[in-house]
Nanobody, 121 residues
Framework: QVHLVESGGGSVQAGGSLRLSCVVSGYNGNCMAWFRQAPGKEREGVARLWLPNTDTYYADSVKGRFTISQDKAKNSVDLQMTGLKPEDTAMYYC????????????????WGQGTQVTVSS
């Protein structure tokens, strides 16, 4: 059974940094991703990682500020966030997939519980 445990969320001032971590167990696939959802908004893809060639994809809104990576020692997928903006405030979710490694949430079956990120002006 796939199990995802997230950590690292919190409150930070604009311009600050946070590192989110999602420890993954029971997963043998190749696709890991981070999503976020703000109040009144649909869940949106933030970043995804295709493990075989470490291909990455980022939403335009976070390019140059966020980095997705795998920590093999911890068996986790991390999201390093820098230059945080108030519009980054949302619940952040990690997810893993087994087939199409897209940035669309419907292609993922297993999700973490979510971790809140709040960025103040």
């Amino acid at each position: 059974q796939v199990h995802l445990v997230e950590s690292g969320g919190g409150s930070v001032q604009a311009g600050g940094s946070l590192r989110l971590s999602c420890v993954v167990s029971g997963y043998n696939g190749n696709c890991m991703a981070w999503f976020r959802q703000a109040p009144g908004k649909e869940r949106e893809g933030v970043a995804r990682l295709w493990l075989p060639n470490t291909d990455t994809y980022y939403a335009d809104s976070v390019k140059g500020r966020f980095t997705i990576s795998q920590d093999k020692a911890k068996n986790s997928v991390d999201l390093q966030m820098t230059g945080l903006k108030p519009e980054d405030t949302a619940m952040y979710y990690c997810a893993v997939g087994f087939a199409l490694c897209s940035i669309r949430p419907q292609h993922y079956n297993d999700w973490g519980q979510g971790t809140q990120v709040t960025v103040s002006s």
